[in-house]
């Protein structure tokens, strides 16, 4: 089956840096989706971005599927960014998800 | 507009014994889905519906079954429970194939 992988694992970052995650996944995809769970387990919709590229305030996602990679990026990190961002493809109606990357925001 | 909802949050069950999780939604939306997580990973669905009275086996079905009688509510039943079992369970749902899925807040499940 499909594979999907993210880095890196872990990120630890001071308030006000920048990060990029990213996200690869070895076969065409009809959709992708980025996800952040929060400390309390909360999983929140980040971007449905099947290609192209997104921008939401300090958050911003471009995906390049002929080249099967989707990055996301996190400018000016808050503690509240702190969590587990998951990328996720769809194939054939089902959304598989990569193991996510842990990001721990410090003051 | 409560979006998805779960009951309960969360659950112990000895092993053998049975429960089943609800899901509800109030989007209307024809798709849902159970999926659970284990720590240190993603996802992984477990069955999904493609609209009221139907169902169909995700990536893993084994020791679990699933009901859409109608179209806000996707149940989820462990009919003899194992510690293996032990999860936190999702449910989302979605318009259809295409489009993103929203997420329940989850129900963490103990099985001892």
């Known amino acids: 089956g499909i594979q999907v992988e993210q880095s890196p694992p872990d990120l630890i970052l001071q308030e006000g840096a920048n990060s990029t995650l990213r996200c690869n996944f070895s076969d065409s995809v009809n959709n992708l989706q980025w996800f952040h769970q929060n400390p309390w387990g909360q999983l929140i919709n980040l971007f449905y971005?099947?290609?192209g590229t997104k921008q939401n305030g300090r958050l911003s996602a471009t995906t390049v599927a002929t080249e099967r990679y989707s990055l996301l990026y996190i400018s000016s990190s808050q503690t509240t960014d702190s969590g587990v961002y998951f990328c996720?493809?769809?194939?054939?109606?089902?959304?598989?998800f990569g193991t996510g990357t842990r990001l721990q925001v410090f003051p | 507009n409560a979006g998805v909802t779960q009951t309960p949050k969360f659950r112990v069950l000895k092993t053998g014994q049975s429960m089943t999780l609800l899901c509800a939604q109030d989007m209307n939306h024809e798709y849902m889905y159970w999926y659970r997580q284990d720590p240190g990973m993603g996802l992984r669905l477990i069955h999904y519906s493609v609209g009221e009275g139907t169902t169909a086996k995700g990536e893993v079905p084994d020791g679990y079954n699933v009901s859409r009688l109608k179209k806000q509510n996707f149940l989820l039943g462990l009919e003899s429970a194992a510690p293996s079992q032990t999860s936190v369970y999702f449910c989302?749902?979605?318009?259809?194939?295409?489009?993103?899925?929203?997420f329940g807040p989850g129900t963490r499940l103990t099985v001892t």
């Open positions: 971005i099947p290609s």
């Open positions: 989302a749902s979605s318009t259809g194939r295409m489009y993103e899925q929203y």
């Open positions: 996720a493809v769809e194939r054939y109606g089902k959304l598989i």
